[in-house]
């Protein structure tokens, strides 16, 4: 860890004793006498100020209400790969309320996607039986619905991230918004570009029961389209085989394709086979962009092959969502949301936006997770 991060660490370990300390020190009503106190978060240009200037104003509002302990639990799909940076921001900002509780994966029942909603809608329950007052939760899918009512009609609030259950009734959503995450991705993109006429390679999906995905994947299209450029849609193949099935046919729109190939955009964490369908084309100079800062990506950026990525902000998701289940115990759920608006694409979905990180700033953006402790 370098000195920054060990300064952190520092003020962290500082704002965990003030907690456990105000937790134990309470009036004869059981309230917690000690302000929420939270650590600092080090200055970088990736650090989201938008969501500190926000969080700083919840918690101002919070300490002129009558602190309390509280239970929350904070349910995940799992504990590692994408899901460890939200792990640590959970646990990071659950140490600093001061309040009980656990951070778990799936139960490991199920195997395929409805049989694991179900399963997380039994935990969900068991939550709820075992005292928590607030609970987050990535959903499987929408089977989930009927366990996050039946949390909420017996008075506990439930917030979802990374992932939504739209139609059940959780009180907000956090995470990223795809439509505008494929939007910020497309402009991206199009600012490297020459100008148009010219065709654009999209990396991503196309299958409308993949929502998020193909809403993503429609906002950068948009962006393109409407700049003038020709867009193609190489769906992603997930089975084994996928990257060498996905590079070929990119490198065959490379060279086949008219009007000439201006670009490439990928739009989900294996993206860098965009930049491996230029080398296969010999067609290196294309600019690529991509998502997500898996290792082979990053390899790809500082060999200066993908001029950008675009990175989700999971940290950030996870330690919202035991300050925002705590708003809502202390100041309500209207005030809790008040405060949250500026950060609101509506009235139930927050938008922790993304970090775009050029190919020369690799290094920044690694020094900067490792000041909060974070592997991306």
């Known amino acids: 860890m370098n000195r920054i991060g060990r300064r952190w660490a520092a003020a962290f370990g500082l704002a965990l004793m003030t907690a456990a300390c105000g937790s134990g020190d309470t009036t ?42 509280m239970q929350m639990a904070i349910l995940l799909k799992e504990i590692g790969g994408f899901f460890t940076p939200i792990t640590t921001g959970a646990n990071r900002a659950m140490g600093e309320l001061g309040v009980t509780g656990n951070v778990v994966g799936h139960s490991g029942q199920g195997r395929n996607q409805q049989e694991r909603a179900e399963a997380q809608g039994e935990q969900i329950g068991q939550a709820v039986a075992d005292g928590a007052a607030g609970i987050g939760v990535s959903p499987f899918g929408d089977a989930i619905a009927a366990g996050i009512d039946e949390a909420v009609a017996g008075g506990v609030p439930v917030v979802t991230l990374d992932t939504d259950a739209k139609d059940s009734k959780r009180s907000i959503y956090v995470g990223t918004i795809s439509e505008s995450a494929g939007d910020t991705a497309g402009k991206t993109l199009l600012a490297l570009l020459r100008p148009a006429p010219g065709t654009v390679v999209i990396h991503g999906a196309d299958d409308p029961s993949w929502v998020d995905g193909m809403t993503r994947m429609l906002g950068a299209r948009r962006v393109l389209e409407d700049a003038g450029y020709t867009v193609v849609v190489r769906p992603i193949t997930w089975s084994p085989g996928g990257e060498v099935a996905d590079v070929e046919a990119m490198a065959a729109q490379i060279e086949t394709a008219d009007p000439p190939v201006m670009g490439l955009l990928g739009l989900h964490n294996v993206s860098y086979r965009c930049a491996m369908a230029a080398e296969a084309a010999g067609a290196t100079e294309l600019p690529v962009v991509a998502f997500d800062f898996e290792p082979k990506t990053v390899e790809y950026m500082r060999q200066g092959l993908i001029k950008a990525t675009h990175t989700q902000r999971q940290y950030y998701a ?23 608006a500026p950060r609101m694409v509506d009235e139930s979905r927050l938008n922790v936006g993304l970090d775009v990180v050029p190919w020369d700033k690799v290094d920044e953006y690694d020094t900067f997770l490792d000041s909060i402790s974070v592997t991306q």
């Open 318 to 340: 996870g330690y919202l969502v035991p300050y925002i289940l705590y708003g809502i115990k202390i100041i309500g759920p209207d005030a809790t949301k008040a405060i949250l």
């Open 28 to 69: 004869g009503k059981g309230e917690q006498v000690s302000p929420i106190q939270r650590a600092p978060t080090p200055k970088s240009e990736f650090t989201a100020e938008e969501i500190e200037a926000t969080l700083d104003a919840l918690v101002t509002e919070i300490n002129e209400g009558a602190i309390e302990p």
